[in-house]
């Protein structure tokens, strides 16, 4: 075997013992709070915006079912740092563990993860360049867009809209699925 085929080989093993270690992380994200999901739990409700809208504040119901985006830094839960869970704030569908957020700098609660089962996406063109959006699985409601500049182990960044959101602290029990 020459220097160069030699090089080559240490670098490619060395690459591969790193893979698993950057997954394993990702796999391994702490949940605080026990959430047993059926699929029948997951399939999407059929529930008009109006049903949403006696429940739901005017900025939630904009954000949510009108595809709105509060102003950055305008949400106490981009600077939230207790341990807990972060739900749909329409049906409480649980969205992201509290272990996976972190601070972007772009004014929004940003995360590394998500419950992706939990989770639809489509392509969004309003900015005239595409952008993957995403909402909740269960209720359809507009969350934020996920974009690949995050941290690892995953390079995502969930950026979420704060009012689409409720965090509930570690200890407290998650409020009963809602529609």
């Known amino acids: 075997m020459n220097r160069r085929s030699f090089v080559s080989s240490m670098m490619a093993a060395g690459f591969l013992l790193m893979v698993p270690a ?15 999901v059926t699929d029948d ?14 429940r739901l504040d005017d900025d939630a119901w904009g954000i949510l079912f009108q595809e709105e985006t509060e ?11 207790s341990k807990g869970s972060y739900v749909c704030a329409a049906c409480y569908l649980p969205l992201f563990s509290s272990d996976t957020k972190y ?35 269960r209720c359809g409601g507009h ?19 704060g009012l689409a959101l409720k965090f509930i602290p570690e200890g407290e029990a998650l409020p009963g699925l809602r529609g």
């Not at 102003?71 to 600077?79: I, R």
């Not at 969350?143 to 809209?161: A, M, S």
């Open 71 to 81: 102003p950055a830094h305008s949400s106490p839960l981009d600077k939230q740092t």
């Open 41 to 54: 739990a997951l399939k999407p409700l059929e529930r008009d915006a109006s049903w949403w809208r006696e």
């Open 103 to 137: 601070d972007s700098g772009t004014g929004w609660p940003s995360f590394w993860a998500a419950h992706e089962a939990h989770m639809g996406t489509k392509t969004d063109y309003k900015m005239f360049w595409p952008r993957t959006e995403y909402h909740c699985i």
């Open 22 to 36: 950057s997954f394993a992380s990702a796999r391994d994200i702490k949940y605080y709070h026990d959430f047993s």
């Open 143 to 161: 969350q934020g867009h996920v974009f690949d500049d995050g941290p690892e182990p995953t390079g995502k960044r969930w950026c979420n809209n």
